[in-house]
Every structure is written in C-alpha cells, then in structure tokens.
C-alpha cells in the first residue's frame, strides 16, 4: 500500500535552534513528494517539492527538505526557527496510476517553536 | 490567498438537515479535490474531478454527493450526516490532472459541525 509516516505527533524547538521534521514514504515507482504548512483555521499551504534531480530542494519561508531514496525519507528541516513557524506540517507523496494522480497525506507533525 | 475559495467557513447542521458546501477556484485549474480532515487523522481524499468529469470515489458514503457543473466549481452536498462526519472538509486544485509534478492549492475549509 502507498503511504506516507510522519512519525513525531508533535515537534518543540527553541527558537534560533535548527528544527527537523521527518516523514517517510512508502510508494511503487518514483516518488514525487511534497511538504504542506497549516496555520490555525486556515489552509494547507503549499512549502517545496521533490520531482527530480538534487536531493536537497528549497521552499518558502527558508524551509528545505532533503530527499533520500535509500532511507526513503523527505524530511524538512530549517536551520534557525522562528515562533511564526509554529503551525501544523504535513507531508504528501504523489502515486501515478490510472492517468491522473491524488496526494496522499501523512498525519501531520505539530511544530512549536518556544522563544 | 491561494485562489480557493470555500463557503461556507463554519457549519452547524442536524443530521436530518441538508446543506451543501461550495469550492471555487480562479487558478483556471483542471482538476479538483474534497478532503476530509480530522483530529489527529491523516487527510482523507473524497473526491476527485478531472475537467469536470469524477475519477475516484475514495468510498465515501452516500451521504455526501458531489457535484462539479464547471471546472471552477465544486459543491459537496450533504444530508443525513452522522457526527461523526464533524470535521473540517478541504477543497483543492491542481492545474493539470496528469501532471504528477503540479502541486495542489488548497481553500481555507469549512468547519463541520452535526449535532
């Protein structure tokens, strides 16, 4: 089954410190993965993307994930946190099948960041 | 905002009321997507629409009914609801149905209340 695993419910951080929020993937094929920030009683906004080529790729905000087929891993990460990070993040992948495609979500990984 | 505009944004309704919600997108998207999201769930796809037409019904109940007259548009009809079907319901887009690298938009949600 294709699927998605945000393993952490929840991540803290300090503020200025690097944060990291992990995901793995489980699909056939090339993954074409995607990270997701949801502010409260908003929407999901869209933060970077994973198609191909270089394994680190750079979003909004300062965001990057790193994507390693091996460990079949994408997670995000920022070197210094801000408190306006705080929010909740989720990770997508992208099967192909049928002719169209859908994103699959993970559950989703709270991020506070403490001053 | 994200082009993706949901209405209502809140929503108390009995579960013998009928009610529906409305998804509109000036992106000059093709494709279109109701997601179910709960409390510490993964988001769950409903429904997809691929230039007006419906190509997956994830087994949704038949008490929600979709319906896309345009690919603009996109209603979610409801009746009969149970509470547990209290949730926030997310509408979305993505310019191409079967471009695998297009990153979906997402509206804001309307919060679900049944009572």
């Known amino acids: 089954a294709q699927s998605v695993a945000q393993p952490e419910d929840q991540v803290n951080v300090a503020e200025g410190n690097p944060l990291t929020v992990k995901c793995t993937y489980s699909v056939s094929g090339n993954p074409y993965l995607f990270w997701y920030v949801q502010y409260p009683n908003r929407g999901l906004q869209f933060l970077l993307k994973y198609i191909t080529g270089d394994n680190l790729v750079k979003g909004s905000y300062g965001f990057e994930a790193e994507f390693n087929k091996s460990q079949t891993s994408f997670h995000l990460k920022k070197p210094s946190a801000l408190v306006s990070d705080s929010a909740l993040y989720f990770c997508a992948v992208r099967p192909f099948s049928g002719g169209y495609n859908k994103l699959i979500f993970g559950a989703g990984t709270r991020l506070a960041v403490h001053p | 905002e994200t082009g993706v505009t949901q209405t209502p944004r809140h929503l108390v309704m009995g579960m013998t009321n009928k009610k529906s919600l409305k998804c509109e997108q000036h992106l000059g998207h093709n494709a279109m997507y109701w997601y179910k999201q709960s409390a510490k769930k993964p988001l769950e796809l409903m429904f997809v629409?691929?230039?007006?037409?419906?190509?997956e019904n994830n087994s949704v109940p038949s008490r929600f009914s979709p319906e896309c007259p345009n690919s603009s548009h996109l209603f979610l009809h409801l009746h009969t609801l149970q509470p547990e079907d209290s949730a926030l319901y997310l509408c979305?887009?993505?310019?191409?149905?079967?471009?695998?690298?297009?990153?979906?938009?997402f509206g804001q949600g309307t919060r679900l209340t049944v009572v």
């Open positions: 629409y691929n230039f007006k037409e419906q190509t």
């Open positions: 979305a887009s993505s310019q191409d149905p079967t471009g695998v690298s297009t990153e979906a938009f």
